[in-house]
DNA sequence: GACATATATTTGCATTGACAAATATTGTAT
DNA sequence: ATACAATATTTGTCAATGCAAATATATGTC
């Protein structure tokens, strides 16, 4: 009863992510910021005037760490914070004309690491590793609606 | 000029990755271990007495890091090092009795859990993607090996 | 065999991260 | 209007992380 790593889909996951991670980390050091902040920016310019808790989902970082990027971004007016939008609990998060031309200068570089990881995949390939990671997301989402797991402690 | 989140490869890889590790974290916890010793035993399950660089390189951590979760595990004795191979530097791991015992009972969760991130894939499907995350990681480790990128000043 | 270089692991230290609690605002029921 | 639950964000706190330096051993050179 033995778990084959090299073919259990959580390891290769994981192992992959990491891998580009990573490289992208040391990649986006030499323009100031760090990978999660690389990752906020990018979110921003995706979708400007996003809230926190939205930029926590799609960025899939828990809102406490959010709180504390966000915070050195906008320390370095890259990004700044908007207060009262109807809803004055809520924060919309604006990309700054500076975190924007920043992000547009990092972007065909994150183009050319997806380049790099996807060489020797024809078009199709590409398109169908990028769709089943979606169903796989889809379905651990199902999981977390439903089934909150508990420990088998017989 | 935009970066398309939603077709973007790292992340929509890091995002099923996070999911998935998000949702075992809080099933291993039950457990009472987190999920980077999870990591490490599972991997000392799947491949007994290695050496710390190679459970490093295994498991994606860090070996800085790796030797505080290994200290972490010898205290709660689910493994131990053992010193002396031959070559004086380096440490052997190895999973005690109840190291195992620990790991076995949590393998059928871990395969719980690739069955439902599966779920509505076939079994070529699944062997696809797996080859699929293969070959990502080895594009990843040619670029490390090769390209060592700079950032464009100018 | 002493000396420089390479490899394996650990430690120092500053940063990052996550859980839980706190704060602020909104919506709802009475 | 008041009280109570729900939602959005931030803060407190402490553990986890990762880089760089330190330590220990090994290997190669003269």
Redesign the interface.
Known sequence: ?????G????Y??????????V??T??VR??GITLPMW?VL??L??DEGQRMGQLGR?T?IDVSTLTRIVDGLENRELIERRRGDGDARSVRVHLTASGRSLT??I?P???H??T??????SAD??A???D??????D???E??ET?L????TG
Chains 1, 2 share one sequence.
């Open positions: 009863m033995r778990l084959d790593l073919d259990y889909l959580p290769l996951l994981n192992r992959a992510g990491t891998k580009i991670a490289s992208f040391a990649a030499q323009y990752r990018v979110a310019h995706y799609l899939s547009e200068r972007i570089l994150a183009e690491y997806e790099v990881a996807l060489s020797g995949f390939e590409a169908l590793l990028k089943m990671l979606r169903r796989l997301h379905n651990m989402d999981l977390d089934e797991p508990l420990a088998n």
